[in-house]
C-alpha cells in the first residue's frame, strides 16, 4: 500500500540522520534529516495532531545540523519553525510539551548568537532558563542538565551584550548545578569544564581574577580526566 509505511521511513533517516552527525558526517546528516523533516510534513497535512511533534523535532535535529555544517542562516529558518510548532504544542499541553519548547528555545538562542542578533539570542535563551525555573518547581530534579546549559548560554549572551555584572550569576549556577550532576554521572564532566570556561570569562570581565583563575585550572582538572 503507497505510503503505508512512511511514518516508519521518517523515524528511521531520522535516525539516521543522528548517526551520522555523531560521526561528524554533517553533510550526509543534513540530507537524512531533511528528507525526514519532509515526510513529516507531508504526514502532517493529514494527521497534525499525530505527527507535529515529530515535525518539530525533526526540525531542531535540520537546525542543529545545519549549524554544525557552518550554515548557520539555513539553520535559523527551521530553528524558527520548530520553536512556532513547539510553542502552539506547548499552549494545547504544557505538561508535555514545554520541556520540549524549552530545548527548542535553547537551540535557537545559540543559532542567533552564532548570527551576531544578541539581543535576539538572549530573549530566546532567557525564555528556556524561565521555562526550566517554572519545570522545576513541577519537576525537582528533571531538566537539571538542560537548565544548567541554558544558564551557561545565558551568560554568554549577557557577556555579548557588555552586561558582564548580570553574566556571573547564570554562569556560577551553571557550575554549581553540572558539578552537583557529575558526582554520581562522570558523563557530565565536558559540559562542567565548558561551564567553568564559561565562569572564567564572566569572572575575569568583572575583576574577579581570583575565581577566573580558580574556574581554569577546575577546567584543566576536569579535562585531564576525561
Known amino acids: 500500500v503507497p505510503?503505508?509505511?512512511?511514518?516508519?521511513?521518517?523515524?528511521?533517516?531520522?535516525?539516521?540522520?543522528?548517526?551520522?552527525?555523531?560521526?561528524?558526517?554533517?553533510?550526509?546528516a543534513v540530507v537524512a534529516t531533511r528528507q525526514a523533516v519532509t515526510i513529516y510534513s507531508d504526514l502532517t497535512r493529514s494527521n497534525p495532531d499525530r505527527y507535529c511533534p515529530d515535525l518539530a523535532t525533526s526540525l531542531d535535529d535540520?537546525?542543529?545540523?545545519?549549524?554544525?555544517?557552518?550554515?548557520?542562516?539555513?539553520?535559523?529558518?527551521?530553528?524558527?519553525?520548530?520553536?512556532?510548532?513547539?510553542?502552539?504544542?506547548?499552549?494545547?499541553?504544557?505538561g508535555r510539551y514545554l520541556p520540549r519548547l524549552a530545548t527548542s528555545l535553547s537551540y535557537l538562542g545559540t543559532i542567533l548568537a552564532e548570527l551576531g542578533r544578541r539581543t535576539a539570542a538572549l530573549?530566546?535563551?532567557?525564555?528556556?532558563?524561565?521555562?526550566?525555573?517554572?519545570?522545576?518547581?513541577?519537576?525537582?530534579?528533571?531538566?537539571?542538565?538542560?537548565?544548567?546549559?541554558?544558564?551557561?548560554?545565558?551568560?554568554?549572551?549577557?557577556?555579548?551584550?557588555?552586561?558582564?555584572?548580570?553574566?556571573?550569576?547564570?554562569?556560577?549556577?551553571?557550575?554549581?548545578?553540572?558539578?552537583?550532576?557529575?558526582?554520581?554521572n562522570p558523563r557530565f564532566q565536558p559540559y562542567l569544564a565548558v561551564s567553568l570556561d564559561v565562569l572564567a570569562a564572566a569572572s575575569s570581565s568583572v575583576g574577579q581574577d581570583a575565581e577566573a583563575k580558580s574556574a581554569r585550572a577546575q577546567a584543566a582538572q576536569v579535562r585531564e580526566r576525561l
Request: glycine share 6%.
Open 123 to 184: 530573549s530566546a535563551t532567557e525564555e528556556a532558563v524561565l521555562i526550566y525555573r517554572k519545570l522545576a518547581e513541577t519537576h525537582p530534579g528533571r531538566y537539571q542538565a538542560e537548565r544548567a546549559g541554558a544558564l551557561a548560554n545565558l551568560s554568554r549572551c549577557l557577556s555579548a551584550l557588555g552586561r558582564a555584572d548580570e553574566a556571573l550569576a547564570p554562569a556560577r549556577e551553571a557550575v554549581s548545578t553540572y558539578q552537583e550532576l557529575e558526582k554520581p
Open 62 to 94: 535540520l537546525g542543529l545540523r545545519f549549524s554544525a555544517l557552518g550554515q548557520p542562516a539555513a539553520a535559523l529558518q527551521v530553528s524558527q519553525e520548530a520553536v512556532s510548532i513547539h510553542r502552539e504544542l506547548a499552549a494545547g499541553d504544557p
Open 3 to 28: 505510503g503505508r509505511y512512511r511514518p516508519e521511513l521518517a523515524r528511521s533517516v531520522a535516525n539516521l540522520g543522528i548517526r551520522l552527525a555523531d560521526l561528524s558526517r554533517s553533510a550526509d
